[in-house]
């Protein structure tokens, strides 16, 4: 089986109100290609993964005007995939939603939120993910309430003839300022969008506690807009979100290897999942963000992850075709992981 996640930067601009997709030469979002470029781009890399589920982060948006399923599920027609079906969790507050794209043939996919309601005034441990967390992020002995802006897709995905896989799609908060802040501001700002990112983190993998006590198979995959040495600010702090998701000190680890090469080589070079444009330095920043995380008892499974880089996996880089629709349809590069279910024991 493989599983895939794949941020598409601008998705939701390239269908109209009616989940139809905007075949034309209009400038798409994505800087220097049209809609129909980026579309094709986006068909072709998906054609490519020819995966069994997508976790699709910056889907389409929904509300009560535009659809993101109709969207996903239009835009799998029209390229002939086999993840086809698309499902939808809480609505995010923003125009990118977090859907996974799937092969019903291979099995069946839910909505199943964990955690309880907490109303306006939130509570601590780990509530429902589109509710409200009361955690101390500037440790003041006085608990700030936080909510995810993109709720996590949590899933219960039953592969026909194995296991039920819980799955959990992830976009953590971005750390990055507003455009134009710079000093005291930047910094302020900097550290505020650290803490909410990690208090995230620490949320799902209270979460991830929860699933890994019951002995349920897991994998937690996205964009976790962070990683080991990311940033200046992280030494505040004294690990990366992305740690305490994997597991610290004594608890059951997740596993994602090009995480745990990143962590054991901080000033070394690691994979990378992203490629960014930064204009006041005319260069280009690329960085780990995206990662797919498997629990303990999917370890025997034969995991095989692989990163689509266009420029550091040599499969991608030698098909041309592939490489420029890898460059065109997004800042972000897909991870796969492919897990083999034949010999599934769940004790």
């Known amino acids: 089986m493989r599983i895939a996640t794949y941020n598409v930067e601008w998705f939701w601009t390239l269908f109209d109100s009616a989940g139809q997709p905007w075949d034309d030469d209009e400038r798409a979002g994505r800087y220097g290609v049209t809609r129909r470029e980026q579309l094709e781009a986006v068909g072709r890399v998906f054609q490519a ?23 996903l599920e239009t835009f799998a027609d029209r390229f002939g995939l086999r993840a086809r079906k ?39 441990g780990a509530p429902r993910f589109d509710q409200v967390l009361r955690y101390d992020l500037d440790v003041d002995a006085a608990p700030e309430r936080m909510r995810f802006s993109k709720p996590p897709l949590e899933v219960a995905f039953e592969v026909a003839g194995g296991p039920v896989l819980r799955l959990i799609g992830v976009h953590a908060k971005s750390k990055g300022g507003r455009s134009g802040e710079t000093g005291d501001a ?56 992305v740690e305490i998701v ?36 005319k260069r280009y920043l690329q960085a780990l963000l995206d990662y797919v995380m498997i629990s303990p008892d999917l370890v025997v499974c034969d995991p095989v992850w692989r990163i689509w880089h266009p420029f550091e996996d040599p499969d991608c880089w030698g098909d041309n075709a592939l490489r420029e629709a890898l460059l065109a349809a997004s800042d972000h590069f897909p991870v796969t992981l492919d897990l083999d279910l034949g010999g599934w024991d769940s004790g």
């Not at 993964?49 to 969207?71: Q, T």
């Not at 994997?246 to 090009?258: F, I, K, S, Y």
């Not at 995480?259 to 006041?280: C, E, M, N, P, V």
Request: glycine share 10%.
């Open 86 to 124: 698309a499902l939808l969790g809480f609505q995010s507050e923003t125009k990118q939603e977090i859907i996974l794209l799937y092969d019903p043939d291979i099995g069946t996919a839910r909505h199943d939120p964990q955690g309880e309601l907490t109303g306006t005034h939130g509570r601590d």
């Open 186 to 241: 930047a910094m302020a700002r900097a550290i505020a969008n650290r803490r909410k990112q990690l208090a995230q983190c620490i949320w799902i993998r209270r979460r991830a506690d929860q699933h890994l006590e019951a002995g349920e198979p897991l994998i937690i995959l996205g964009d976790f807009n962070d990683g080991p040495g990311l940033d200046d600010y992280e030494s505040l702090f004294g690990r990366s979100g």
């Open 246 to 281: 994997l597991g610290e000190g004594g608890a059951a680890q997740m596993t994602d290897p090009h995480a745990r090469q990143a962590l054991s080589r901080r000033l070394g070079a690691t994979k990378t999942t992203a490629r960014f444009w930064i204009d006041t330095e």
């Open 49 to 71: 993964l020819d995966a069994d589920a997508v976790m699709v982060i910056e889907a389409p948006d929904s509300s009560r005007k535009r659809s993101g399923v109709r969207a």
